[in-house]
């Protein structure tokens, strides 16, 4: 497979701080990335997307930034909130290709 | 709408057996079901991406004969993992992209989780 199997970094805030999430990619011909939400015994759960034509895009009290010079991809969460707990996800895909390649994955634990 | 379901959502066998996960997208027609696999507290690796009527498409470093995959009508393909082994025990987890769309958007399913004793 294509996906880096290493052990989820875990990032820890307070209940009603902004989260920040980030995720390197590895494809420069990748054009069209998602942040996936999965949560303990689930599949993943689609949060936003963008496509490589954007910098950035807001979703409710979800925003991606996308910076295709250092192919960075970053998640931010707004008033993070307990229900907030869980792994996030990127994914790529190069165009011509219809398979989703993931991240590493981050563990977002919230504390009251 | 773009409902996908696995089954089972979880199974336990003993070594050297063999095991079938479904996965059905409920709503839509899927042309192309992709299988992943994931290890406890790592990410999602793509084993293998099934099109209907077609064989599927196998990731470097999966066995095909090991975990073979048919992708019978636009509603299901399943994953048969022969003569399962504890190495095999995983959380398995299909995706599948719409018929009609070209955004990518790939809908996921529940997962299966795997155990083998």
């Known amino acids: 497979g294509e996906s880096v199997g290493l052990h989820l970094p875990t990032l820890s805030v307070q209940e009603g701080d902004n989260s920040i999430i980030n995720c390197a990619y590895s494809?420069?011909?990748?054009?069209?990335f998602i942040w996936y939400k999965q949560e303990s015994g689930k599949g993943p759960q689609f949060i936003i997307d963008?496509?490589?034509?954007?910098d950035k895009r807001q979703g409710q009290r979800v925003t991606v930034l996308l910076n295709k010079t250092v192919k960075h991809l970053s998640l931010q969460i707004a008033a993070t909130q307990p229900g907030d707990s869980a792994v996030y996800f990127c994914?790529?895909?190069?165009?011509?290709?219809?398979?989703?390649?993931f991240g590493a994955g981050t563990r977002l634990a919230v504390h009251p | 709408g773009a409902v996908v379901s696995q089954h089972p959502s979880w199974v336990i066998c003993k070594s050297g057996t063999s095991v079938k996960i479904e996965c059905r997208s409920l709503?839509?027609?899927?042309?192309?079901m992709f299988w992943y696999r994931q290890f406890p507290k790592q990410s999602l690796m793509l084993m293998a991406t099934?099109?209907?009527?077609?064989?599927?498409?196998?990731e470097q470093g999966v066995e095909k004969d090991k975990f073979l995959i048919n992708h019978a009508s636009l509603t299901l393909s399943t994953l048969t993992v022969t003569s399962a082994h504890p190495e095999d025990s995983s959380f398995y987890i299909c995706?599948?992209?719409?018929?009609?769309?070209?955004?990518?958007?790939?809908?996921f399913g529940e997962g299966s989780r795997l155990t083998v004793l």
């Open positions: 995706s599948a992209s719409r018929l009609e769309d070209n955004t990518g958007e790939l809908f």
């Open positions: 494809n420069s011909a990748s054009d069209y």
């Open positions: 963008i496509r490589s034509n954007m």
């Open positions: 994914a790529e895909k190069a165009g011509g290709y219809n398979k989703l390649i």
């Open positions: 709503d839509f027609q899927a042309t192309t």
């Open positions: 099934s099109n209907e009527g077609s064989k599927a498409t196998y």
